[in-house]
């Protein structure tokens, strides 16, 4: 048993002695090896004088009793600046004529690269209480601010960058003509108090609080990295800034009203094009309407010359037809005449023969019958003839001159009978009564 319990313990020793000397390099390994985040400088001094700077992220090497370490911060500062002073404007003679500004602005510093700079900033700036570091940074640069406004002038104050190719502003032109622009002030280089020219590679105010607190920066270890200036107040700028604000609002109401006024122009030209186009539109119509008018009356026209195209045609017609109705009325009378004619004419011709025949056979004796009968009808047209008659009467031969007036007077009373029986037709009237046509 007791050989046991001494295995036993000595195994517990062992496992206590492994678990401590896990426990313990950690921590001694922290102690030689300290963390420097990033954002820090971690400064180590030996025992024989020397420093060591390790810039974070990152380990520095530390001995317990025999270094000692610092941290400081390697972040940026910003500081915010509140200036008011007067600048160094002069008048065309030559007077000072200071104008009070208010220059708010921002600054930026941060501890030196260079180990100098570090150790420095770490015993003399890092080693002040927190606000005390704040305004000893705003006093210096505001100091340096300062002396930067008193060395430029409004304008140069006001001017972020001295360019030759600064924008320039369109001025309102005249009605219809091309805008014009405002010629661009004489540019003035910032001078330091010495004469010489600031460069132009940066805000001549930054230029100047730069070289005027570079050396204070640097006896605290720290750096000027940049100013960014957020307003400048004068009641120059104020009425300069009323009075562009002015112009541009002017312009601003030129370019509207001159657009309102291209609108309009444009509005009307479209009116007037659509009244154009509706004037053509009506006259079109007018012109369609009148030729549609013209052709309904040709038609009209053409259907009338139809009309009585067929009118006449039927006229036509009609009178051929009437004519041919005629002609067939006039031929049928003609025939109906010329069988009456002819019937008259052999009806004659027969009476004739018949009266020959009966003359042939009564002899004188019915012609003479036949004269009585005719007597007194031809008896006054006898002596009508006779009255009229103008007979010379001319003997000659063996018959005298009263047997010869005899002759003649017989001869004319035959010819009056002869006459009177065919005017009449009495001897054919009496002679043909039975040949007659029914």
Request: hydrophobic fraction near 45%; include cysteine; charge should be neutral.
């Amino acid at each position: 048993m007791p050989l046991s319990d001494g295995l036993l313990s000595s195994g517990v020793l062992v496992i206590a002695v492994v678990v401590f000397v896990l426990m313990a390099i950690p921590v001694i390994v922290a102690k030689f090896l300290r963390n420097v985040e990033a954002g820090e400088i971690r400064l180590v001094s030996w025992l024989a004088g020397g420093t060591v700077t390790y810039r974070g992220p990152g380990k520095s090497k530390e001995i317990p009793l025999l270094t000692t370490g610092t941290t400081i911060s390697s972040k940026v500062i910003n500081v915010d600046l509140d200036i008011t002073d007067q600048t160094a404007d002069v008048d065309d003679t030559g007077t000072p004529r200071p104008i009070k500004v208010r220059v708010l602005a921002s600054a930026i510093v941060s501890v030196g690269d260079s180990d100098v700079l570090i150790k420095t900033a770490a015993n003399r700036f890092f080693s002040k209480q927190t606000a005390d570091q704040m305004n000893t940074l705003t006093d210096l640069l505001s100091s340096s601010g300062r002396r930067a406004i008193n060395l430029l002038t409004h304008d140069q104050l006001f001017s972020a960058k001295a360019t030759p190719s600064a924008s320039r502003a369109l001025l309102p032109a005249a009605e219809g003509a091309l805008p014009v622009r405002q010629a661009p002030a004489p540019v003035v280089p910032a001078m330091h108090s010495d004469g010489t020219i600031i460069e132009d590679e940066d805000d001549p105010l930054a230029v100047i609080i730069r070289k005027a607190c570079s050396r204070e920066l640097t006896d605290l270890g720290l750096i000027f990295n940049s100013l960014n200036i957020k307003i400048v107040q004068s009641e120059v700028a104020e009425a300069r800034r009323r009075q562009s604000a002015a112009e541009a609002q002017a312009n601003a109401e030129i370019v509207s009203a001159m657009q309102a006024r291209r609108a309009k122009e444009a509005q009307l030209d479209a009116e007037r094009a659509i009244s154009d186009k509706q004037r053509e539109l009506e006259q079109t119509k007018a012109s369609n309407a009148a030729l549609i008018a013209q052709a309904e009356a040709k038609r009209q026209e053409a259907a009338g010359l139809q009309r009585t195209a067929e009118l006449d045609a039927t006229q036509i017609a009609q009178a051929r037809a009437n004519a041919a109705i005629v002609r067939l009325d006039a031929e049928a009378s003609a025939d109906a005449e010329a069988i009456r004619i002819r019937r008259i004419a052999d009806a004659t011709a027969e009476s004739i023969q018949k009266v020959n025949q009966a003359i042939q056979a009564g002899g004188e004796a019915y012609f003479r019958y036949r004269q009585i009968e005719m007597l007194p009808s031809i008896a006054p047209a006898i002596a009508q003839a006779l009255a009229e008659a103008r007979m010379v009467t001319i003997s000659g031969g063996d018959a005298g001159a009263p047997e010869t007036t005899t002759n003649n007077m017989v001869s004319v009373i035959q010819t009056v009978m002869a006459a009177q029986l065919v005017s009449r037709g009495g001897m054919l009237d009496g002679g043909a009564g039975a040949a007659k046509p029914s």
